[in-house]
């Protein structure tokens, strides 16, 4: 059975709000206990958190998106590099012409500074970008990636994990380690936003139901759990980065 190809708009979209969804928590886990959520979500302290990585966030996003961007929209990595070698050899190319490429087309690209803008927006204003809000207003668009459901999940997948790696990076207390609960339920939240485009229904499942569902079948469940190991296996070779269970710093 073929794996489905994913809309390059939702796909993009999901991976833009995964960025800033895992970048903030970085820094949120790093500054505030993990248990203690009314600190972490308090409205004041994310804008605050934000104002003062104002002038980090564009180099961040470019460092980790413009690779997921090119996996997404080009089936071949090796011929894109060609191609933007040559696409550049008459200029030096900005942060926004790279980005342009990665996207392929002047839409998608524009469709990513909007959601760009959005996230932020929302962030400056002390919130994350509710589920429910993303879903009413993200740009849609006819266009399906080069990407499969399951190298999708990969880029999500890697999105998170390098995002929340960064924001803690970025910190004042530069704490090495990933909080195991967030981490979850960003990928569950996140992965479901990706392939199924809609909010995942509150119950009683457990972990493995909830990440079945948003994986939308096993064998994507399998591509999300071996990317997660192996992500995490750079992580710990390339930061020094550790996971943690605890429920304090």
Request: glycine share 2%; aromatic share 10%.
């Amino acid at each position: 059975m073929n794996s489905k190809h994913v809309n390059s708009y939702q796909a993009t979209t999901a991976l833009i709000r995964a960025f800033f969804e895992a970048f903030t928590m970085g820094i949120m886990d790093s500054l505030y206990p993990t248990d203690d959520t009314d600190k972490k979500y308090n409205p004041r302290n994310i804008k605050q958190a934000m104002l003062e990585h104002y002038d980090q966030i564009a180099d961040a996003f470019f460092m980790i998106m413009f690779t997921m961007f090119i996996r997404l929209n080009y089936r071949d990595v090796a011929d894109a590099q060609q191609r933007l070698t040559k696409e550049f050899e008459t200029k030096k190319p900005t942060m926004q012409d790279y980005l342009r490429f990665a996207c392929k087309t002047q839409k998608l690209y524009d469709a990513m500074v909007t959601e760009y803008k959005q996230n932020f927006d929302y962030l400056l204003r002390g919130k994350f970008y509710d589920v429910a809000e993303y879903l009413k207003q993200y740009t849609h668009g006819n266009q399906l990636s080069v990407a499969n459901e399951p190298l999708a999940i990969n880029l999500m997948v890697r999105t998170i994990l390098k995002s929340y790696t960064t924001g803690i990076k970025l910190s004042k207390t530069k704490k090495a380690s990933l909080h195991q609960p967030t981490i979850l339920r960003l990928l569950i939240i996140n992965i479901h936003l990706l392939i199924n485009d809609s909010q995942l229904k509150p119950g009683e499942a457990n972990l493995n139901e909830l990440f079945l569902t948003a994986c939308g079948s096993e064998t994507n469940m399998n591509v999300m759990l071996n990317t997660l190991d192996e992500t995490y296996q750079e992580l710990i070779k390339e930061e020094g980065i550790v996971s943690t269970n605890d429920q304090s710093n």
